[in-house]
């Protein structure tokens, strides 16, 4: 059976399956990702990536994991600014919040393509890379203890919207595959 992106985006609870988290469960249905988690788990899968491009001595190896992790962020980066901000910034009060979040994701972008100049020409990007997560773990530090808190105690329904994400995640991640693909 092929699983398509646009059947994974157009799901959704119709009225006579389970409604609460204990029906869903209980039918043995899984339960979609809620936005905040999922956003964190894409956080700690790039901080663990990072720590391994630390670690890592051989050069080969540093310039895949550096282009992992800029293809890590730059997924999570647009499925945040398209629905996820775009959410936040319809529901929380705090327009400050949601254009600072923009203004750093529009940095770690810019070094992102500072990091794929250097390993497209065969040069160290130690250095680049070490400024990226500096910039990540501020950017990071910043939505996980405001705006994800912020968000949470709104009505917006979470665990729908996770799933809009990771559906979103998985056809801009096959997308820019594709791209790299095609070059």
């Given at each position: 059976?092929?699983?398509?992106?646009?059947?994974?985006?157009?799901?959704?609870?119709?009225?006579?399956?389970?409604?609460?988290?204990?029906?869903?469960?209980?039918?043995?249905?899984?339960?979609?990702?809620?936005?905040?988690?999922?956003?964190?788990?894409?956080?700690?899968?790039?901080?663990?990536?990072?720590?391994?491009?630390?670690?890592?001595?051989?050069?080969?190896?540093?310039?895949?994991?550096?282009?992992?992790?800029?293809?890590?962020?730059?997924?999570?980066?647009?499925?945040?600014?398209?629905?996820?901000?775009?959410?936040?910034?319809?529901?929380?009060?705090?327009?400050?919040?949601?254009?600072?979040?923009?203004?750093?994701?529009?940095?770690i972008k810019e070094q992102i393509g500072k990091?794929?100049?250097?390993?497209?020409?065969?040069?160290?990007?130690?250095?680049?890379?070490?400024?990226?997560?500096?910039?990540?773990?501020?950017?990071?530090?910043?939505?996980?203890?405001?705006?994800?808190?912020?968000?949470?105690?709104?009505?917006?329904?979470?665990?729908?919207?996770?799933?809009?994400?990771?559906?979103?995640?998985?056809?801009?991640?096959?997308q820019l595959e594709r791209d790299a693909l095609?070059?």
């Amino acid at each position: 059976m092929e699983i398509r992106i646009e059947d994974v985006s157009a799901l959704s609870l119709a009225e006579e399956q389970p409604a609460t988290f204990a029906q869903l469960l209980a039918a043995g249905k899984k339960l979609p990702a809620e936005a905040t988690s999922l956003l964190m788990q894409d956080h700690a899968e790039v901080a663990a990536m990072f720590s391994q491009f630390k670690a890592e001595e051989d050069a080969a190896v540093k310039a895949v994991l550096a282009l992992k992790i800029c293809m890590a962020l730059t997924v999570h980066a647009q499925i945040e600014e398209e629905l996820f901000y775009q959410q936040a910034a319809r529901t929380l009060e705090d327009d400050e919040l949601v254009a600072e979040a923009v203004e750093e994701h529009a940095e770690i972008k810019e070094q992102i393509g500072k990091i794929l100049k250097g390993t497209a020409a065969d040069s160290s990007v130690g250095p680049q890379m070490a400024k990226l997560m500096r910039l990540v773990e501020h950017h990071v530090a910043e939505e996980e203890t405001g705006m994800f808190p912020d968000i949470q105690r709104t009505e917006i329904d979470l665990y729908k919207l996770g799933g809009v994400l990771a559906a979103r995640r998985l056809e801009v991640f096959l997308q820019l595959e594709r791209d790299a693909l095609a070059t």
